[in-house]
């Protein structure tokens, strides 16, 4: 009865919430443990304005308009903001009833030089108030690693992207394998655990640090994709375990069905298969994913979940899976979630959800995710 006590303040609190970017669908309860630790600190003073009366040098008067350029932003510069606020209580947890509350917020900044390249930094700060359903010490959503006692902005990606020939190629930092994958999952998920539609590990394939990858669209809605990504310090050697990762995915898209399949390798000894799908029939729109990893012992799982893109003023996902990959003979364990996201205007989203998660000790989780993006 507390837990449910404790909800009836969400409605309240939720007119004090505000959100991440567009693009941050998900509400990450995945360990921490699997994320870099490589982190870009910046203090108030990374922001100052630059003086507009530096001189240039002698004989290079004319060939900038210092007044356009020095002290701003340049024409192609664009700049994007977002924020969650997450709030929640799980009946369960270890903190079983305690209601928690947590926020993260991302900067996007990107520009162009040709007018067909990209170059891409994001920035994110939050903090890691939990756990919410997990049984962790800490909570993170949207991939990022927080320091639960003092705020920092942390570099969460920065890529340049430039086309070559007909392709598209990508090379960064704190970038994804998958980063151009095209994938084929429409449910929008609500934990982690959905992700992807169960296929974390292969069409959804993350990195190690330096990334490069390359991507090519074909006019039939055919479309192939591959990448590699390394450890900053052990580029391509396989010197020491988890520093390289590649992978490769197929796709194709029409206009009522996708279907994606990926293959990954790490040099760790694991290789991986991936396949997602979805179907969009007129009341709704079916995503399924199975995934299957090798390691010497093979481990599988799987995800289903149905999206109904009008539900009133907004739309609902329903779903359920496997926490990861389980092999044969092993004890599976799954999840169960469902939220209505609801779009209060064009910058503000309310995303209220519940899930169960089986495990040595089953939880039962309700959050309420406000998001904006400006």
């Known amino acids: 009865m507390k837990l449910f006590k404790q909800l009836l303040v969400a409605p309240a609190a939720i007119g ?39 001189d240039l040098l ?23 903001f977002g924020v ?48 919410i359903g997990t049984g962790n010490s800490t909570t993170n959503y949207d991939g990022l690693n927080f320091d639960s006692t003092e705020n920092k902005l942390q570099l969460d990606g920065l890529t340049y992207t430039f086309p070559l020939g007909g ?11 998958s980063a151009l994958y095209t994938g084929a999952c429409a449910y929008s998920a ?15 394939l993350g990195g190690y640090g330096v990334t490069a990858a390359m991507s090519y669209a074909f006019d039939s809605g055919f479309s192939l994709a591959g990448g590699i ?63 299957s990893v090798d390691d010497g012992t093979t481990a599988e799982g799987f995800f289903v979940g149905l999206s109904f893109p009008e539900v009133g003023a907004g739309s609902f996902d329903i779903g359920m899976g496997t926490k990861g990959n389980f092999a044969d003979g092993a004890t599976e364990y799954y ?16 995303t209220p959800g519940v899930f169960i998660t089986e495990g040595a000790t089953d939880v039962t989780g309700v959050a309420v995710k406000t998001s904006f993006s400006f």
């Open 84 to 131: 969650d606020f997450l709030i929640g209580a799980a009946d369960g947890s270890a903190d079983t009833e305690a209601t928690t509350f947590s926020y993260q917020m991302g900067i996007g900044l990107e520009t162009s030089f040709t007018g067909e390249d990209s170059l891409s930094a994001t920035i994110d700060i939050g903090d890691a108030a939990g756990p």
């Open 335 to 350: 999840i169960y979630e469902a939220s209505y996201s609801y779009p209060v205007n064009d910058g503000m989203t309310i």
């Open 229 to 291: 990504s390394s450890t900053p310090g052990s580029i391509l050697t396989g010197d020491t375990a988890n520093s390289d990762a590649y992978g490769i995915e197929a796709a194709y898209s029409a206009d009522s069905y996708g279907i994606a399949v990926a293959y990954s390798d790490l040099d760790s000894g694991s290789t991986g298969w991936g396949f997602n799908g979805y179907y969009a029939f007129d009341f709704a729109t079916v995503s399924a994913g199975i995934e």
């Open 167 to 177: 392709a598209t190629v990508m090379v960064g930092d704190q970038t994804d394998v």
């Open 58 to 80: 002698s004989g290079g008067e004319g060939l900038v308009d210092s007044s356009e350029t020095i002290g701003g932003f340049s024409e192609t510069t664009t700049a994007s």
């Open 16 to 54: 004090l919430l505000a959100p991440l970017s567009a693009s941050a669908s998900e509400v990450d309860f995945d360990a921490i443990s699997k994320y870099s630790n490589n982190d870009l600190e910046i203090d108030v003073n990374s922001f100052n304005q630059k003086s507009i009366n530096n």
């Open 190 to 204: 609500f934990t982690d655990y959905m992700g992807n539609c169960g296929t974390g590990n292969t069409v959804g």
